[in-house]
């Protein structure tokens, strides 16, 4: 059994999707940001960044204690060695699969994340940080869609790169970009969102924390 802290973020929503695709029994223990809930210290005993996700294996490979893992790409490569799926056998194809992996964790999200904080949320409008944010966003779209020009996946095949990028261009409107202008992008986007499992990991977000209607 998985327990996941966890609350409805695109960081969030990586690790429910593999879980999710994966078929792992899991428990979800919501860690609602909204309220600090990730400052507990309970939380942060296998959480020291006070961020979610996290997981606790109670049945980790080969046996012994439960372990902890902390940080999405992290928990997304621990899963997948685990399992032993969504990450490819073959060495240039899993080189490709961490490559952009990283490039989610170290560019897409917090360029995004920053977008989506200049834009949505300061409290203060400041036109530089927004087009600097927005441009940066843009510009890591177009590495996504020249990327994906011959190819159905990141990969050769699905795999933990492509379930740490979707949650990311999920909220693309909120970051300021369109879809349109990103073809290959754009058919990768319906790809994803197509999947059963994606589909069963976003209803679970609605689940643990409702829409406002």
């Known amino acids: 059994m998985i327990d996941l802290y966890y609350w409805t973020t695109p960081n969030g929503h990586k690790i429910t999707i593999f879980l999710e695709e994966a078929g792992l029994p899991y428990r979800i223990h ?19 960044n006070n961020k979610i996700p996290a997981i606790v294996d109670d049945e980790p490979a080969g046996g012994g204690e439960p372990i902890s893992v902390f940080e999405s790409g992290a928990i997304l490569l621990y899963l997948a060695e685990k399992t032993g799926r969504f990450i490819p ?9 961490l490559e952009w992996l990283f490039w ?23 036109p530089y940080a927004m087009k600097r944010f927005v441009g940066e966003t843009a510009r890591l779209y177009g590495v996504l869609d020249r990327h994906l020009a011959d190819r159905e996946y990141l990969a050769v095949e699905y795999t933990i790169a492509d379930m740490a990028s979707y949650p990311w261009i ?21 790809t994803m969102k ?20």
Do not use: C
């Open 30 to 48: 919501p860690i609602n940001i909204g309220k600090d809930e990730q400052f507990q210290p309970q939380f942060l005993e296998i959480a020291p």
């Open 89 to 97: 056998a073959d060495l240039r194809q899993r080189v490709v699969t």
């Open 170 to 190: 999920v909220p693309y409107e909120r970051q300021g970009q369109n879809l349109d202008d990103f073809p290959n992008l754009k058919r990768w986007f319906g």
């Open 194 to 213: 197509a999947r059963p499992a994606v589909a069963r990991a976003y209803a679970k977000a609605d689940e643990v924390n409702p829409p406002s209607r």
């Open 104 to 126: 989610q964790v170290g560019g897409l999200g917090p360029m995004a994340g920053q977008t989506h904080h200049f834009n949505n949320v300061a409290p203060e409008k400041i």
